[in-house]
């Protein structure tokens, strides 16, 4: 394990079972090892800063039939919604008033957002704030499609991996939807010029150290921009609401491998990890995150977004409560920081 360790922390690339073995030898006492030296790695890049995204939920439609989301097609308990062009830049205005500098659009995979209505609010939007960075994060779209968004002023697309494993992605999707296809679009984002994340839920069902040996594994193969990793948290409405959710210990365990792993991905510590834990983000910062996406969808619709249950959306991730988080930061020894935030690899 000793030799494992020296291995990542000097920044080598390390293989599957190597992945492995680090990932089963789990103590609390090497997590706090690897946390330490993933926070000093963090700081090394990007300082004191930690970087905010406000983040708004545009349409809970959604095609697709996941099989651990709550805005799954065959949900019919969901209340569904979609914000029009004018409430999202709503939202932009209240957001750039409070210091947001990143606006991250997400929602389902919802036709009625074509690109042609899409390319439309990401003008608008770039058009009012030229110096704010657009996210978006709807899913699987052709190049195309990307190619679109991205010359109507888009920057940044989120759209995670959920699991490098055939058999493992099969277990979590219906047949229409499969990996290659997932890794397809996400080297098709990188080619045409975007910030990439990808990413996967800890502790979804049927996932094990071999699965996530290779997610790992494909994160340093892909070197995406951006990582977005949280717990798997049931929801009622779902095939997976009697599963067990993800553990506080093993997600910050991987925010640290991550951070060491990709020493300038951009990471957030996710509202999901707020919500299995009090405290779970600000222990997400400390292993190793450096970035918070904040909501900002109007609060009325807040409560209809949810992928799992008891999602938080009131307490300091909601975006009104930047100074609550501010304030957090600064107790961590950490500093918001307004402006775009942009991947250090793009420099
Ligand atoms: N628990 C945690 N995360 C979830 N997501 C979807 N459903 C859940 C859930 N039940 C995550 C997926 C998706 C992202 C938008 O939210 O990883 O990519």
Not at 25 to 51: E, F, H, M, N
Not at 69 to 97: M, Q, V
Not at 109 to 138: F, G, H, M, N
């Amino acid at each position: 394990m000793h030799e494992l360790i020296k291995k990542l922390f000097n920044g080598q690339v390390l293989k599957k079972e190597e992945l492995k073995a680090i990932l089963e030898g789990y103590t609390p006492d090497i997590a706090k090892q690897l946390a330490q030296q993933a926070s000093q790695i963090r700081k090394k890049w990007y300082g004191d800063a930690v970087y905010v995204r406000g983040l708004i939920e545009f349409t809970n439609y959604c095609k697709n039939d996941c099989y651990y989301c709550g805005i799954r097609k065959s949900n019919c308990h969901a209340t569904r919604y979609r914000l029009r062009k004018e409430d999202i830049l709503d939202c932009c205005d209240k957001g750039y008033e409070i210091g947001f500098r990143t606006f991250v659009l997400q929602g389902g995979e919802d036709s009625y957002w074509k690109d042609e209505r899409l390319c439309e609010v990401i003008s608008a939007i770039k058009c009012k704030y030229p110096q704010c960075a657009i996210t978006l994060s709807v899913g699987e779209r052709s190049k195309q499609s990307y190619q679109r968004l991205f010359d109507a002023g888009a920057d940044r697309y989120l759209l995670r991996h959920e699991t490098a494993n055939e058999k493992h992605y099969s277990l979590l999707h219906p047949k229409n939807l499969d990996l290659e296809h997932r890794k397809q679009c996400l080297y098709a984002l990188k080619e045409i010029g975007y910030q990439v994340g990808c990413g996967f839920m800890v502790g979804s069902p049927h996932q094990s150290v071999d699965t996530i040996a290779e997610d790992l594994c494909f994160l340093q193969e892909f070197q995406p921009h951006m990582v977005g990793i949280g717990p798997f948290i049931p929801h009622k409405d779902t095939p997976f609401a009697k599963e067990k959710a993800g553990t506080l210990e093993m997600t910050l365990y991987l925010l640290s491998i991550v951070r060491l792993l990709l020493p300038k991905v951009l990471l957030p510590a996710t509202t999901a990890l707020g919500t299995i834990h009090e405290k779970g983000r600000e222990k997400g910062i400390l292993a190793g995150a450096n970035v918070m996406m904040p909501n900002l969808s109007p609060e009325n619709v807040r409560k209809n977004y949810l992928l799992y249950d008891n999602k938080i959306s009131t307490g300091e991730e909601a975006a009104e409560n930047l100074k609550l988080l501010k304030a957090k930061m600064t107790s961590i020894g950490c500093m918001v920081a307004i402006h775009r935030g942009d991947s250090l690899l793009m420099k």
